[in-house]
């Protein structure tokens, strides 16, 4: 065998190690974004009256911390004063406009009002509608898992400044396992429940 050759064998030799050593030191694929929703339902049959004549205005949702952000929050209630954010699921919009922006769609529903409207519509409304979300999120319990919504809503006339209603609604509900795919259906329902309550609030003012 030539000397050529036996450079070439070398080689070959020493790029197929490399190739060898590289796929044994390459890291595993980066986990996929994966983007959710959360969606009030509005089950009954709209109003027949309207017992809040002329227009709401529903302005962002207010929240602090990593309730306002994208990424989804969970904790242990076993440590009950860490919460943590997941690193690949995240909400498709901010907490504070997403649950607005079902409010809004949710009272539209309802015909509780001549019109729902956000700030962005610019007119003169004859009610204002602020929230504070105070907790969203998955918690792992004891045995299994579950999700807590709280959300503080009031009503105001934006002339005057006179409130005219304000409560908090708070829901925990189980999770039917650990996905994050399961947290979110069970904070769904969640969210379906208190808007519900909060029209039925309203609908007596």
Request: proline share 5%.
């Amino acid at each position: 065998m030539g000397i050529t050759m036996i450079r070439i064998l070398n080689l070959n030799l020493i790029f197929a190690s490399i190739g060898f050593l590289t796929a044994c030191g390459s890291a595993p694929p980066v986990p996929e974004d994966q983007y959710y929703r959360l969606q009030a339902i509005y089950a009954s049959e709209p109003l027949t009256t309207k017992p809040l004549a002329g227009t709401i205005e529903v302005d962002r949702f207010v929240a602090d911390g990593l309730t306002s952000e994208r990424a989804i929050v969970y904790s242990d209630i076993q440590k009950p004063n860490q919460v943590r954010a997941y690193h690949y699921d995240f909400w498709i919009k901010p907490p504070t406009v997403m649950l607005r922006d079902e409010l809004v769609s949710f009272l539209r529903k309802s015909k509780i009002s001549d019109a729902v409207v956000t700030p962005e519509m610019r007119v003169n409304a004859e009610y204002a509608l602020t929230g504070k979300i105070k907790h969203l999120e998955q918690v792992k319990m004891e045995s299994g898992y579950r999700t807590i919504l709280e959300v503080e809503l009031g009503l105001r006339h934006p002339n005057t400044g006179k409130l005219l209603f304000l409560d908090t609604y708070r829901l925990e509900n189980d999770a039917s396992g650990s996905s994050v795919g399961a947290a979110v259906k069970s904070l769904n329902t969640a969210l379906s429940i208190i808007y519900s309550e909060f029209l039925t609030s309203i609908s007596k003012l």
